[in-house]
Each structure stands twice: as C-alpha cells, then as structure tokens.
DNA sequence: TAAAATAATACTGTATACATATCTGGGCAG
DNA sequence: CTGCCCAGATATGTATACAGTATTATTTTA
C-alpha cells in the first residue's frame, strides 16, 4: 500500500511505542522493507519524527513477534522467511487451526454464525468482481470470528500471530489459479460443519482448508513471479 | 529459592536488558513477587543497580510473555494466573505436545533417545531422594529433549513459553499425593512409543500425560493449601 | 600490489533529564 | 460527617546525552 514510512500520527492516546510498531510493522508486511534489510534505529526514528526510545521498544516487541531478527550489538534486520520457516509455521497452525474449529463448534453462538454466513456471502461478491484487497480483509474478519469462537484468548492470539508472520506473502496464495473458488469450497464445508456442531467435521474441514493453503502457497513460491522493488 | 531480586551480575557479555528481564521472570516464578502485585520501574532499577531503560525493555518483553499486564501510564503488575488462564493454557499446550511428540517419533534421532532415557532414570532416582528440585529440573530437559527433536523451532519456543507461564504453580501439581510415580509410567510410555517410531501411540502418550497433569493441577489447585507470603 | 594494522566513524547499549498524566491527601463546602 | 475539588507528589512516557564496540577505510609495511 505505502511506499514508505507514514511519518506518527499523534490522533489517538495510544503509547507511542504501538503506533511506531504497527507502523514498522505494516512497513514489512507491505514489502516497504524488504526481508534481510538492516532496520537503523535513528534512521526509523528521523523519518517517523520520534526519538529512539519508543523505537527501541517497538523493535523489541517485533523481535518477539517474529518480524525481526537482532543481532547484539550488531543491529536489527528484516526477518527472511524461509520455505523452512513456512513448513514450520503451517505445521504448527494447521494444529491449532484444528483445534480452533473444534472447539467453535461446540461453542459458537448462532449470531456469529450468522455473521460468518454473512462475511462468506460477502467474499463471493469480492471474488466475483475480483477485488483482491477486499477479499484478504473479510477473509481476515471471517477467520477472526472463528478463533475467537473458540473461547480461548491465547489460541486466538498466537494463532493471529503466526498468520501475521504470513500475511506478506499470503497474497501469492489468494492469487494461484482456481484457488479462490477452491477455498470458498472449503470455508462452506467449515462453516456448515461448525453449524450442526459437528466436532470431527469441522475439525476435518479446517485440515483440509489450512493443508491446501500451504500447498497452494509452497507451490506460487516455487514458480518465478518476483516482483522487486 | 530467592527471597529477593539479585543485583545484577556482569558476568555474560548479554545486553543487561535480558539479564532483568530472567532476573524479573525468576522471581515471579519463584513467588518473590506476587500476582497482582505492582512492579514499579524505578524501585526495580535501584535494587538492580541498574537505570530505567534496560528496565523498560525487559518489562516489555514479560508483557508479551504473558508474565506481566501493563495498563498505559498506569504501571505494570504481575499477571494473575485464573483457573480459566490453567484450562486455556492447557487446552493449546494439549494440541501442542501431542503434535511435538508425533514429529518427534518420526525425527528424533538415537542419540536423543539415549539421552531421553538417561533422563528418565535420573529422575527416576530423584523421585527416590524426594528431591523435588532436581526433579523439576531434570523432567525440564526432558521435555526440551523432545521439543528440540520436533525439528520444528516455533513450536518449541511457543510450547516453552506456555510452560513457563504455569512453572510458578507446577510444584503443587507434583507434589500431589502418588502423581510422581504416575508420572514416570506416562514418560515411560511416551519414550517407548517414540522409540519404536509409533506416531500414533506417542500422540496418544502424551496426550495422556498433558491431561493427566492438567488434571492434577486442577484438582491440587481445588484443595485449600495456600501459603501466604 | 596486497595484506595487515590502526584509526576514524557510526551505530547500538545504557544512563539521565524532562514532560505529562495519574493518584493521594487535605481542605472546604454542603 | 460526607463528598467533591484542588494541589502536590510520584511514576510513566519520551527525549537526549554519553560510552563502548563493531565495521570500514586508509595507511604503512612487506
């Protein structure tokens, strides 16, 4: 989306240190900074117009989350994600990704059934206009509804960070021949089976859904479509 | 073990800001600071011989860690662990292990296994002394012995960490009357299993013993034998 | 000319100083 | 006597200054 970096908005009270690590943070998710970039602390801090102080504990926390990767003393760089880190990720999402579905099913209300069906409805009219911003966003929502169905903050919120780690190349999957209609399959089947409170089957479905979406995703990688800077 | 916070050591060439930040997570494991209670930057800085900053840093990375909540310009406390924070830990570490203990029957190597097994007698004589520091301590390197041999980095610093958040009360869980010797038996089995490359029995193993514990815990928890500060 | 050593530069690590918001206590009014 | 308001104190949020180390470039020597 941006090019660069926004320089901080000072709109809402929030510490400065979030609004500064959301900046970076969005910074590497939308290709601003490129993986294996080295991230200079007065360098970030000049162009968002703070000191260093609240850069430093925003670094920290994205160290923490996976996005950068420190050296002591030697500085801060772009996290590079590897097709090991990818098979690692999915190994460890396509767990509690299951575990998420069974869980909604057994305690999920109807209303957010309802605003599921409501946000699947929603993707079918994106896909059909093929507006793929749109799509990655309600899917998000979609996604969010159902972890949070699960009743359980820290599935949800390591869940959320895993698929963040994802989120810059994720496009890549959205994007593979047939693979939108393929996975608006997959979401149908999730949600029908959560609906009639079907552990097993929805369990099965988030399986599937969450398997295809890395196949799909190692196979976009392997093929040549690298856009540079 | 520590009654109070250690003045800080200058022994390891690591920046001061993880030295606090174990420094601060030990004594809240280890009780010297109790849940709910205020950690105030300045206080934790003198008794540290320290300034602020690296203070700050550290706190920021016990927040993500789940060990403190900070509120902005509030302060920060020491997280309080509920019966529902022990049923969702246990609910994803449940998923977790039996997923690391799959991976592991299918890469662990034979040197693992030999070392898994040392392990296992050392407790073995432990549990004998009634040593319950040592127990504590050798089934740790258990564990990180099967963690390591998942071969899968994230899923081992996730599991790690959510152990980490329940060691301050897992004493209780051990000490619970005929839980040691249990114990062994479900280590035995899991080792077998892996041992024998049987995917399927070490998932089943340890989903034996993850709930088991879980279980115990709860029900030590139940029974009244608090001790004050 | 190449390699090694030394010096200069630049960034991280840490400490401290300043600004601002929240909490506490006392006084005054109802 | 109780409740509200204002003022002072204290702690957090942020900025800046200082120190130490790593890297790089330049110079000297082989």
Redesign the pocket.
């Given at each position: 989306m941006s090019g660069h970096l926004q320089p901080i908005k000072l709109d809402s009270?929030?510490?400065?240190?979030?609004?500064v690590c959301e900046n970076i943070r969005q910074a590497i998710i939308d290709g601003t900074f490129s993986p294996g970039e080295?991230?200079?602390?007065?360098?970030l801090?000049d162009e968002m117009?703070?000191?260093?102080?609240?850069?430093?504990?925003a670094i920290r926390k994205l160290e923490l989350e996976g996005f950068v990767v420190?050296?002591?003393?030697?500085?801060?760089y772009v996290a590079d994600i590897s097709i090991k880190d990818i098979t690692e990720i999915y190994e460890v999402r396509t767990c509690l990704d299951v575990l998420a579905a069974g869980l909604a099913a057994e305690r999920i209300t109807d209303e957010e059934l309802d605003t599921m069906n409501g946000y699947l409805h929603e993707i079918g009219q994106h896909v059909a206009n093929m507006d793929m911003n749109k799509i990655v966003e309600v899917d998000t929502a979609f996604h969010d509804v159902l972890y949070n169905a699960s009743r359980n903050e820290r599935l949800r919120s390591i869940i959320n960070n895993l698929r963040e780690q994802l989120t810059g190349i994720r496009g890549r999957s959205m994007s593979y021949p047939g693979r939108l209609v393929e996975t608006m399959d997959e979401h149908r089947n999730l949600v029908d089976a959560i609906a009639s409170r079907d552990v097993e089957r929805a369990q099965h479905a988030a399986r599937v859904h969450i398997e295809n979406a890395e196949h799909t995703l190692l196979r976009s990688i392997a093929e040549p479509k690298k856009k540079a800077k």
């Open positions: 009270y929030k510490p400065l240190r979030e609004l080295r991230l200079m602390e007065i360098q801090a117009g703070v000191s260093r102080t609240p850069v430093r504990e420190m050296i002591p003393r030697r500085g801060t």
